[in-house]
Protein backbone atom coordinates (compact mmCIF):
# COMPACT_ATOMS: atom_id res chain seq x y z
CA UNK A 1 0.00 0.00 0.00
CA UNK A 2 1.52 3.30 -0.98
CA UNK A 3 2.04 6.76 0.94
CA UNK A 4 -1.64 8.36 0.51
CA UNK A 5 -1.56 12.77 0.02
CA UNK A 6 -1.64 14.44 3.14
CA UNK A 7 -4.91 16.27 3.39
CA UNK A 8 -3.23 20.41 3.49
CA UNK A 9 -4.46 22.43 5.77
CA UNK A 10 -6.89 19.77 7.72
CA UNK A 11 -9.53 21.50 9.19
CA UNK A 12 -9.12 21.73 13.41
CA UNK A 13 -12.54 20.11 14.48
CA UNK A 14 -11.73 20.63 18.12
CA UNK A 15 -9.80 23.41 20.31
CA UNK A 16 -11.76 23.55 23.81
CA UNK A 17 -10.76 21.42 26.58
CA UNK A 18 -12.46 17.73 26.94
CA UNK A 19 -13.80 17.19 30.82
CA UNK A 20 -16.52 14.78 31.53
CA UNK A 21 -17.18 13.97 27.92
CA UNK A 22 -17.91 17.09 27.26
CA UNK A 23 -16.27 19.79 24.93
CA UNK A 24 -16.08 23.58 27.60
CA UNK A 25 -13.94 26.62 27.56
CA UNK A 26 -11.96 27.26 29.62
CA UNK A 27 -12.60 29.01 33.43
CA UNK A 28 -10.49 31.98 32.92
CA UNK A 29 -11.61 32.36 28.98
CA UNK A 30 -7.96 32.57 27.45
CA UNK A 31 -6.63 30.97 24.90
CA UNK A 32 -3.02 30.80 23.35
CA UNK A 33 -1.80 29.89 20.44
CA UNK A 34 -0.87 26.91 18.56
CA UNK A 35 2.08 27.42 15.40
CA UNK A 36 3.09 25.45 12.47
CA UNK A 37 6.93 24.99 13.04
CA UNK A 38 7.94 24.67 9.40
CA UNK A 39 6.67 28.04 8.62
CA UNK A 40 6.43 29.90 12.31
CA UNK A 41 2.32 30.71 11.48
CA UNK A 42 -0.57 30.09 14.27
CA UNK A 43 -2.41 27.38 13.39
CA UNK A 44 -5.71 27.63 15.96
CA UNK A 45 -6.22 29.15 18.88
CA UNK A 46 -7.20 26.84 22.00
CA UNK A 47 -8.75 27.34 25.07
CA UNK A 48 -5.98 27.68 27.72
CA UNK A 49 -6.22 25.50 30.65
CA UNK A 50 -5.05 26.16 34.40
CA UNK A 51 -5.15 25.10 37.83
CA UNK A 52 -9.11 25.98 38.02
CA UNK A 53 -9.74 23.67 34.52
CA UNK A 54 -7.24 21.06 36.37
CA UNK A 55 -9.50 20.97 39.52
CA UNK A 56 -12.93 20.47 37.40
CA UNK A 57 -11.36 17.67 35.62
CA UNK A 58 -10.15 15.47 38.56
CA UNK A 59 -13.50 16.04 39.96
CA UNK A 60 -15.16 14.20 36.96
CA UNK A 61 -12.31 11.16 37.14
CA UNK A 62 -12.90 10.85 40.77
CA UNK A 63 -16.85 10.26 39.96
CA UNK A 64 -15.91 7.73 37.23
CA UNK A 65 -13.48 6.18 39.73
CA UNK A 66 -15.88 5.36 42.43
CA UNK A 67 -16.31 2.08 43.58
CA UNK A 68 -19.82 1.58 42.07
CA UNK A 69 -19.48 3.60 38.76
CA UNK A 70 -20.09 2.17 35.32
CA UNK A 71 -16.34 2.14 34.27
CA UNK A 72 -15.18 0.42 38.04
CA UNK A 73 -17.72 -2.20 37.84
CA UNK A 74 -16.95 -2.96 34.05
CA UNK A 75 -15.73 -6.61 33.41
CA UNK A 76 -11.93 -5.93 32.26
CA UNK A 77 -12.72 -7.45 28.78
CA UNK A 78 -15.03 -4.74 27.87
CA UNK A 79 -12.51 -2.50 29.10
CA UNK A 80 -10.22 -4.48 26.66
CA UNK A 81 -13.15 -3.81 23.50
CA UNK A 82 -13.23 0.02 24.03
CA UNK A 83 -9.38 -0.35 23.71
CA UNK A 84 -9.82 -2.39 20.58
CA UNK A 85 -12.63 0.06 19.42
CA UNK A 86 -10.34 3.24 19.85
CA UNK A 87 -7.54 1.67 17.90
CA UNK A 88 -9.97 1.00 14.95
CA UNK A 89 -11.20 4.55 15.05
CA UNK A 90 -7.91 6.07 14.80
CA UNK A 91 -6.67 3.57 12.02
CA UNK A 92 -10.22 4.65 10.14
CA UNK A 93 -9.64 8.33 10.24
CA UNK A 94 -5.38 7.63 9.99
CA UNK A 95 -4.42 10.27 6.77
CA UNK A 96 -6.29 12.85 8.68
CA UNK A 97 -4.75 12.38 11.85
CA UNK A 98 -1.38 12.13 10.28
CA UNK A 99 -2.16 15.37 8.01
CA UNK A 100 -3.13 16.91 11.62
CA UNK A 101 0.34 15.60 13.28
CA UNK A 102 2.56 16.91 10.74
CA UNK A 103 1.00 20.58 10.71
CA UNK A 104 1.57 20.73 14.30
CA UNK A 105 4.54 19.01 15.10
CA UNK A 106 6.61 19.52 11.95
CA UNK A 107 7.55 16.22 11.06
CA UNK A 108 7.29 14.64 7.32
CA UNK A 109 3.82 13.52 6.47
CA UNK A 110 6.00 10.05 5.83
CA UNK A 111 6.61 9.77 9.42
CA UNK A 112 3.38 10.68 10.76
CA UNK A 113 1.20 8.24 8.50
CA UNK A 114 4.40 5.38 8.24
CA UNK A 115 5.27 4.97 11.80
CA UNK A 116 3.34 7.50 14.42
CA UNK A 117 -0.41 6.31 13.75
CA UNK A 118 0.24 2.43 12.80
CA UNK A 119 2.47 2.46 16.27
CA UNK A 120 -0.45 4.32 18.00
CA UNK A 121 -3.09 1.71 16.89
CA UNK A 122 -0.63 -1.37 17.80
CA UNK A 123 0.23 -0.11 21.34
CA UNK A 124 -4.17 0.45 21.90
CA UNK A 125 -4.50 -3.36 20.78
CA UNK A 126 -1.50 -4.66 22.81
CA UNK A 127 -2.78 -3.44 25.95
CA UNK A 128 -6.01 -4.24 25.11
CA UNK A 129 -5.50 -7.68 25.00
CA UNK A 130 -3.71 -7.36 28.49
CA UNK A 131 -7.22 -6.01 30.10
CA UNK A 132 -8.41 -9.17 31.03
CA UNK A 133 -5.25 -10.95 31.89
CA UNK A 134 -3.71 -9.25 34.72
CA UNK A 135 -3.94 -11.40 37.46
CA UNK A 136 -3.11 -11.98 41.17
CA UNK A 137 -0.92 -15.01 42.92
CA UNK A 138 -1.92 -17.39 45.64
CA UNK A 139 0.88 -17.76 47.71
CA UNK A 140 1.60 -20.93 50.60
CA UNK A 141 2.09 -19.87 54.00
CA UNK A 142 2.72 -22.11 57.09
CA UNK A 143 -0.22 -22.48 59.95
CA UNK A 144 -3.47 -21.92 59.14
CA UNK A 145 -3.50 -18.89 56.78
CA UNK A 146 -4.29 -18.44 53.33
CA UNK A 147 -2.89 -15.59 50.90
CA UNK A 148 -3.23 -14.19 47.40
CA UNK A 149 -2.55 -11.17 45.70
CA UNK A 150 -4.81 -8.84 43.41
CA UNK A 151 -4.19 -5.87 41.26
CA UNK A 152 -5.98 -2.84 41.11
CA UNK A 153 -5.92 0.47 39.51
CA UNK A 154 -3.71 2.58 41.17
CA UNK A 155 -6.23 5.78 40.72
CA UNK A 156 -6.82 9.14 38.89
CA UNK A 157 -3.64 9.54 36.76
CA UNK A 158 -2.02 12.80 35.30
CA UNK A 159 -0.31 12.48 32.51
CA UNK A 160 1.78 15.44 30.53
CA UNK A 161 2.66 14.48 26.74
CA UNK A 162 6.14 15.64 25.17
CA UNK A 163 6.04 17.41 21.68
CA UNK A 164 8.23 15.33 20.10
CA UNK A 165 5.58 12.10 19.59
CA UNK A 166 2.36 13.47 20.35
CA UNK A 167 -0.26 11.22 19.13
CA UNK A 168 2.73 7.99 20.08
CA UNK A 169 3.53 8.72 23.74
CA UNK A 170 -0.12 9.39 24.23
CA UNK A 171 -0.78 6.16 23.93
CA UNK A 172 2.28 4.97 25.50
CA UNK A 173 0.41 6.52 28.47
CA UNK A 174 -3.32 5.91 28.03
CA UNK A 175 -2.99 2.64 27.01
CA UNK A 176 -1.70 0.82 29.92
CA UNK A 177 -3.80 2.92 32.06
CA UNK A 178 -6.75 2.49 30.95
CA UNK A 179 -5.95 -1.16 30.80
CA UNK A 180 -5.52 -1.65 34.34
CA UNK A 181 -9.28 0.78 34.68
CA UNK A 182 -7.70 3.43 35.80
CA UNK A 183 -9.12 7.36 35.06
CA UNK A 184 -7.30 10.28 33.44
CA UNK A 185 -5.93 13.41 33.33
CA UNK A 186 -4.18 14.52 30.57
CA UNK A 187 -2.45 17.58 29.70
CA UNK A 188 -0.52 17.83 26.11
CA UNK A 189 2.38 19.64 25.49
CA UNK A 190 1.39 23.43 24.32
CA UNK A 191 3.21 23.16 21.17
CA UNK A 192 1.05 20.02 19.78
CA UNK A 193 -2.28 19.61 21.61
CA UNK A 194 -3.90 19.34 18.27
CA UNK A 195 -4.00 14.83 17.88
CA UNK A 196 -5.03 14.61 21.70
CA UNK A 197 -7.91 16.82 21.34
CA UNK A 198 -9.14 14.67 18.60
CA UNK A 199 -8.18 11.35 20.37
CA UNK A 200 -10.49 12.59 23.64
CA UNK A 201 -13.56 12.81 20.94
CA UNK A 202 -12.69 9.58 19.19
CA UNK A 203 -12.84 7.88 22.90
CA UNK A 204 -15.97 9.00 23.52
CA UNK A 205 -17.10 8.02 20.23
CA UNK A 206 -16.08 4.48 21.45
CA UNK A 207 -17.77 4.78 24.32
CA UNK A 208 -15.70 5.23 27.09
CA UNK A 209 -17.51 6.66 30.00
CA UNK A 210 -18.06 10.21 31.16
CA UNK A 211 -14.71 11.12 33.53
CA UNK A 212 -12.58 7.93 32.30
CA UNK A 213 -10.22 10.53 30.02
CA UNK A 214 -10.01 14.33 30.22
CA UNK A 215 -7.99 16.22 28.26
CA UNK A 216 -6.61 19.89 29.48
CA UNK A 217 -4.63 21.92 26.89
CA UNK A 218 -2.29 24.58 28.76
CA UNK A 219 0.69 25.57 29.52
CA UNK A 220 3.31 23.29 31.97
CA UNK A 221 4.01 25.67 34.48
CA UNK A 222 0.14 26.53 35.24
CA UNK A 223 -1.93 23.30 33.89
CA UNK A 224 1.10 20.49 34.36
CA UNK A 225 2.17 21.98 37.49
CA UNK A 226 -1.82 22.26 38.70
CA UNK A 227 -1.54 18.30 37.88
CA UNK A 228 1.40 17.73 39.41
CA UNK A 229 0.12 19.21 42.60
CA UNK A 230 -3.09 18.13 42.80
CA UNK A 231 -3.73 16.10 45.98
CA UNK A 232 -6.61 13.80 44.77
CA UNK A 233 -4.15 12.92 41.78
CA UNK A 234 -2.65 9.58 42.63
CA UNK A 235 -0.30 9.25 39.77
CA UNK A 236 1.99 11.63 37.46
CA UNK A 237 3.34 10.83 34.42
CA UNK A 238 5.30 12.76 32.65
CA UNK A 239 7.35 12.41 29.80
CA UNK A 240 9.51 15.77 29.66
CA UNK A 241 11.67 17.48 26.19
CA UNK A 242 12.88 20.58 25.08
CA UNK A 243 11.02 23.31 23.51
CA UNK A 244 10.41 22.81 19.54
CA UNK A 245 9.96 26.73 18.67
CA UNK A 246 12.24 29.94 18.22
CA UNK A 247 14.27 29.24 21.71
CA UNK A 248 15.30 26.05 21.04
CA UNK A 249 16.24 27.16 17.64
CA UNK A 250 18.17 29.63 19.37
CA UNK A 251 20.03 27.03 21.60
CA UNK A 252 20.80 24.35 18.88
CA UNK A 253 22.79 27.46 16.98
CA UNK A 254 24.40 28.68 19.98
CA UNK A 255 25.79 24.92 20.61
CA UNK A 256 26.95 24.67 17.17
CA UNK A 257 29.08 28.22 18.06
CA UNK A 258 30.50 26.67 20.88
CA UNK A 259 31.74 23.89 19.36
CA UNK A 260 33.37 25.64 16.67
CA UNK A 261 35.30 28.15 19.25
CA UNK A 262 36.34 24.80 21.42
CA UNK A 263 38.12 23.40 19.00
CA UNK A 264 36.00 20.93 16.88
CA UNK A 265 36.16 20.30 13.56
CA UNK A 266 32.98 21.49 11.70
CA UNK A 267 32.85 18.33 8.76
CA UNK A 268 29.56 20.06 7.43
CA UNK A 269 26.42 21.98 7.92
CA UNK A 270 25.85 24.29 10.62
CA UNK A 271 23.63 26.45 9.29
CA UNK A 272 20.43 27.61 9.14
CA UNK A 273 18.41 25.74 6.52
CA UNK A 274 15.84 28.75 4.49
CA UNK A 275 14.06 31.67 5.54
CA UNK A 276 10.69 30.02 7.16
CA UNK A 277 10.38 27.78 10.39
CA UNK A 278 12.95 27.32 13.17
CA UNK A 279 15.05 24.07 10.37
CA UNK A 280 19.16 23.92 10.64
CA UNK A 281 21.18 21.66 8.18
CA UNK A 282 22.02 18.61 9.61
CA UNK A 283 25.67 18.98 11.29
CA UNK A 284 28.49 16.96 11.91
CA UNK A 285 31.78 17.29 13.99
CA UNK A 286 34.92 15.77 14.34
CA UNK A 287 37.68 15.78 16.63
CA UNK A 288 35.25 16.80 19.70
CA UNK A 289 36.54 16.70 23.50
CA UNK A 290 34.21 15.15 25.60
CA UNK A 291 34.34 17.86 27.76
CA UNK A 292 33.47 20.25 24.72
CA UNK A 293 29.75 21.67 25.55
CA UNK A 294 28.75 19.46 22.50
CA UNK A 295 30.36 16.72 23.78
CA UNK A 296 28.12 16.59 26.76
CA UNK A 297 24.41 18.44 26.41
CA UNK A 298 21.95 17.15 25.16
CA UNK A 299 21.75 18.70 22.03
CA UNK A 300 18.25 17.22 20.81
CA UNK A 301 18.57 18.83 16.96
CA UNK A 302 20.53 17.94 13.58
CA UNK A 303 24.17 17.87 15.44
CA UNK A 304 26.59 15.08 15.50
CA UNK A 305 29.32 14.77 17.14
CA UNK A 306 31.97 12.03 16.59
CA UNK A 307 34.89 11.07 19.36
CA UNK A 308 37.98 9.13 19.09
CA UNK A 309 39.02 6.21 20.73
CA UNK A 310 41.35 3.50 21.36
CA UNK A 311 39.50 1.24 24.04
CA UNK A 312 36.66 -0.17 25.03
CA UNK A 313 37.12 0.68 28.60
CA UNK A 314 37.95 4.74 27.41
CA UNK A 315 34.10 4.08 25.18
CA UNK A 316 32.46 3.08 28.39
CA UNK A 317 33.91 5.56 30.88
CA UNK A 318 32.96 8.25 28.27
CA UNK A 319 29.35 6.84 27.29
CA UNK A 320 28.78 7.14 31.37
CA UNK A 321 29.98 9.99 32.20
CA UNK A 322 26.34 12.14 31.79
CA UNK A 323 23.69 12.40 33.91
CA UNK A 324 21.18 10.56 31.67
CA UNK A 325 21.08 6.98 30.46
CA UNK A 326 17.85 6.75 28.30
CA UNK A 327 19.53 4.70 25.24
CA UNK A 328 23.09 3.63 23.35
CA UNK A 329 24.47 1.56 21.00
CA UNK A 330 27.12 -0.32 19.74
CA UNK A 331 28.48 -1.08 15.82
CA UNK A 332 30.53 -4.02 16.07
CA UNK A 333 30.88 -7.68 14.77
CA UNK A 334 32.76 -8.39 17.65
CA UNK A 335 30.48 -10.15 20.29
CA UNK A 336 33.04 -10.05 23.32
CA UNK A 337 32.76 -6.08 23.05
CA UNK A 338 29.17 -6.65 22.52
CA UNK A 339 28.62 -8.21 25.87
CA UNK A 340 31.19 -6.01 27.42
CA UNK A 341 29.19 -2.76 26.17
CA UNK A 342 25.98 -4.05 26.92
CA UNK A 343 27.12 -5.30 30.77
CA UNK A 344 28.97 -2.27 31.08
CA UNK A 345 27.07 0.47 29.94
CA UNK A 346 24.16 2.42 32.10
CA UNK A 347 21.46 2.47 29.72
CA UNK A 348 17.70 1.27 29.63
CA UNK A 349 18.45 0.34 26.36
CA UNK A 350 20.61 -0.51 23.93
CA UNK A 351 21.34 -1.44 20.42
CA UNK A 352 23.82 -3.27 18.77
CA UNK A 353 23.98 -2.76 15.21
CA UNK A 354 21.33 -0.78 14.92
CA UNK A 355 19.08 2.18 16.53
CA UNK A 356 16.05 3.96 17.81
CA UNK A 357 14.26 0.35 17.00
CA UNK A 358 11.07 0.29 19.29
CA UNK A 359 8.00 -2.20 20.28
CA UNK A 360 5.05 -1.96 22.22
CA UNK A 361 6.25 -5.27 23.44
CA UNK A 362 9.62 -3.89 24.91
CA UNK A 363 10.12 -1.64 27.78
CA UNK A 364 11.24 1.41 27.30
CA UNK A 365 13.09 3.57 29.74
CA UNK A 366 16.07 5.00 31.29
CA UNK A 367 18.88 5.17 33.97
CA UNK A 368 19.76 7.85 36.03
CA UNK A 369 17.87 11.34 35.25
CA UNK A 370 15.97 9.97 32.17
CA UNK A 371 13.44 8.79 34.38
CA UNK A 372 11.77 6.52 36.78
CA UNK A 373 9.39 3.46 35.73
CA UNK A 374 9.56 1.55 32.20
CA UNK A 375 6.68 1.99 29.63
CA UNK A 376 5.49 -0.41 27.39
CA UNK A 377 5.62 -4.32 27.65
CA UNK A 378 4.52 -6.06 30.52
CA UNK A 379 6.33 -3.88 32.51
CA UNK A 380 4.30 -0.84 31.31
CA UNK A 381 1.25 -2.74 33.71
CA UNK A 382 3.64 -2.44 36.59
CA UNK A 383 3.30 1.34 36.47
CA UNK A 384 -0.42 1.62 36.40
CA UNK A 385 -1.36 -0.97 39.12
CA UNK A 386 -1.28 -1.61 43.01
CA UNK A 387 -0.84 -5.03 44.06
CA UNK A 388 -2.91 -6.08 47.43
CA UNK A 389 -1.89 -8.87 49.14
CA UNK A 390 -4.64 -10.77 51.68
CA UNK A 391 -4.43 -13.08 54.32
CA UNK A 392 -7.27 -15.64 55.49
CA UNK A 393 -7.04 -16.95 58.90
CA UNK A 394 -8.74 -20.48 58.51
CA UNK A 395 -8.21 -22.20 61.59
CA UNK A 396 -9.70 -25.62 61.88
CA UNK A 397 -10.81 -25.64 58.39
CA UNK A 398 -12.83 -28.67 57.30
CA UNK A 399 -11.66 -31.22 55.16
CA UNK A 400 -14.33 -32.78 52.71
CA UNK A 401 -14.42 -36.61 52.81
CA UNK A 402 -16.09 -38.57 50.16
CA UNK A 403 -19.15 -40.31 51.21
CA UNK A 404 -19.10 -44.25 51.54
CA UNK A 405 -22.41 -46.21 51.70
CA UNK A 406 -22.62 -48.60 54.72
CA UNK A 407 -22.79 -51.46 52.59
CA UNK A 408 -19.77 -50.54 50.38
CA UNK A 409 -17.91 -50.88 53.35
CA UNK A 410 -19.13 -54.20 54.60
CA UNK A 411 -18.01 -55.70 50.73
CA UNK A 412 -14.78 -54.27 51.41
CA UNK A 413 -14.31 -55.93 55.22
CA UNK A 414 -15.74 -59.37 54.05
CA UNK A 415 -13.94 -59.11 51.14
CA UNK A 416 -10.16 -58.37 53.27
CA UNK A 417 -11.71 -61.25 55.64
CA UNK A 418 -11.79 -63.68 52.01
CA UNK A 419 -8.65 -63.18 51.43
CA UNK A 420 -6.89 -62.73 54.53
CA UNK A 421 -8.22 -66.58 55.56
CA UNK A 422 -7.63 -67.84 52.02
CA UNK A 423 -3.98 -67.27 52.32
CA UNK A 424 -3.62 -68.50 56.18
CA UNK A 425 -4.71 -71.84 55.31
CA UNK A 426 -2.46 -72.18 52.66
CA UNK A 427 0.90 -71.51 54.64
CA UNK A 428 2.11 -74.57 56.58
CA UNK A 429 1.94 -74.45 60.47
CA UNK A 430 5.14 -73.20 62.29
CA UNK A 431 7.22 -75.63 64.43
CA UNK A 432 6.00 -76.12 68.09
CA UNK A 433 7.38 -74.30 70.82
CA UNK A 434 7.58 -71.09 68.76
CA UNK A 435 4.86 -67.87 68.73
CA UNK A 436 1.54 -68.93 68.24
CA UNK A 437 0.44 -69.30 64.34
CA UNK A 438 -1.18 -66.22 64.39
CA UNK A 439 1.72 -64.42 65.76
CA UNK A 440 4.57 -66.11 63.68
CA UNK A 441 2.40 -65.01 60.13
CA UNK A 442 1.49 -61.82 60.62
CA UNK A 443 4.20 -60.38 62.78
CA UNK A 444 7.53 -62.50 61.69
CA UNK A 445 8.99 -59.83 58.85
CA UNK A 446 10.75 -63.26 56.95
CA UNK A 447 7.11 -64.06 56.35
CA UNK A 448 6.71 -62.83 52.44
CA UNK A 449 2.84 -63.18 52.38
CA UNK A 450 0.64 -61.70 54.95
CA UNK A 451 1.31 -58.18 56.36
CA UNK A 452 0.44 -57.01 59.52
CA UNK A 453 -2.46 -56.00 58.70
CA UNK A 454 -4.28 -58.80 57.59
CA UNK A 455 -5.42 -57.47 54.74
CA UNK A 456 -2.69 -56.78 52.36
CA UNK A 457 -1.14 -59.97 50.61
CA UNK A 458 2.68 -58.90 50.56
CA UNK A 459 4.70 -61.30 47.50
CA UNK A 460 8.17 -60.30 46.08
CA UNK A 461 7.98 -59.74 41.93
CA UNK A 462 4.00 -60.55 42.05
CA UNK A 463 2.43 -59.97 39.13
CA UNK A 464 -1.63 -59.36 39.20
CA UNK A 465 -2.96 -60.84 36.04
CA UNK A 466 -6.25 -60.56 36.28
CA UNK A 467 -8.44 -58.20 38.65
CA UNK A 468 -12.48 -58.49 38.49
CA UNK A 469 -14.50 -61.04 39.94
CA UNK A 470 -11.80 -63.66 39.72
CA UNK A 471 -8.34 -62.61 41.45
CA UNK A 472 -5.29 -63.95 40.08
CA UNK A 473 -2.20 -63.67 42.11
CA UNK A 474 0.96 -64.74 40.17
CA UNK A 475 4.34 -65.28 41.91
CA UNK A 476 7.85 -66.62 40.33
CA UNK A 477 10.76 -67.33 42.83
CA UNK A 478 12.91 -68.82 40.24
CA UNK A 479 12.42 -72.36 41.70
CA UNK A 480 13.15 -75.52 39.21
CA UNK A 481 9.78 -76.57 39.50
CA UNK A 482 5.97 -75.03 40.37
CA UNK A 483 3.87 -75.46 43.08
CA UNK A 484 0.18 -74.53 43.60
CA UNK A 485 -1.94 -73.69 45.66
CA UNK A 486 -5.98 -73.37 45.14
CA UNK A 487 -7.81 -72.09 47.50
CA UNK A 488 -11.62 -71.69 47.33
CA UNK A 489 -13.74 -69.46 49.58
CA UNK A 490 -14.58 -72.92 51.29
CA UNK A 491 -10.75 -72.52 52.27
CA UNK A 492 -10.09 -76.50 50.07
CA UNK A 493 -6.04 -76.14 49.44
CA UNK A 494 -4.02 -78.41 46.75
CA UNK A 495 -0.65 -78.39 45.95
CA UNK A 496 1.68 -80.31 43.87
CA UNK A 497 4.92 -80.04 41.59
CA UNK A 498 8.46 -81.48 42.33
CA UNK A 499 11.17 -79.02 43.86
CA UNK A 500 9.11 -77.80 46.83
CA UNK A 501 11.13 -79.02 49.99
CA UNK A 502 9.10 -75.65 52.18
CA UNK A 503 5.43 -76.81 50.79
CA UNK A 504 4.74 -73.41 49.02
CA UNK A 505 7.35 -71.07 47.51
CA UNK A 506 5.25 -70.14 44.36
CA UNK A 507 2.06 -69.33 44.97
CA UNK A 508 -1.02 -68.85 42.52
CA UNK A 509 -4.02 -67.96 44.49
CA UNK A 510 -7.75 -67.81 43.46
CA UNK A 511 -10.07 -66.19 45.64
CA UNK A 512 -13.77 -65.98 43.96
CA UNK A 513 -15.25 -62.88 45.22
Known sequence: MGL?????????????????????????????PVTNPSTGEVIVNVQEGDKADVDLAVIAAKEAFKHDSEWRTMDASVRGELLYKLAYLIERDAVYIASLETLDNGKPFKDSYGIDVPYTVKCLRYFAGWSDKIQGKTIPMDGEFF????????????????????????????GPALCCGNVIVLKPAEQTPLTALYTAQLAKEAGFPPGVLNVVPGYGPTAGGAISNHPDVDKVAFTGSTEVDQDQFNKIIDLIESGKQEGAVLECGGKRQGN?????????????????????????????????FKTMDEVIKRANNTTYGLAAAIFTRDINKVMTYTSRVRAGTIWVNCYNVLRTTCPFGGFKKSGIGRE???YGLHQYSEV???????????????????????????????????????????????????QGIIDNPKNPYVSTSGVVISMPSQNIDNVGDNQQINEDTGNSGKSEATCSDETSCSKDGPGNEQGIQDVDVTTKM
Request: with cysteine; proline share 10%; glycine share 4%.
Open 4 to 32: PSPIVNPEILYKKIFINNEWVDSVSGKTF
Open 376 to 378: LGE
Open 276 to 308: NGYFIEPTVFSNVDEDMRIGKEEIFGPVQTLIK
Open 388 to 438: KTVIINAPNAPVEKPAIEDETIESVTDTSKKIYKSVIDCVPAKPENTETPD
Open 147 to 174: CYTRHEPVGICGQIIPWNFPLLMMAWKI
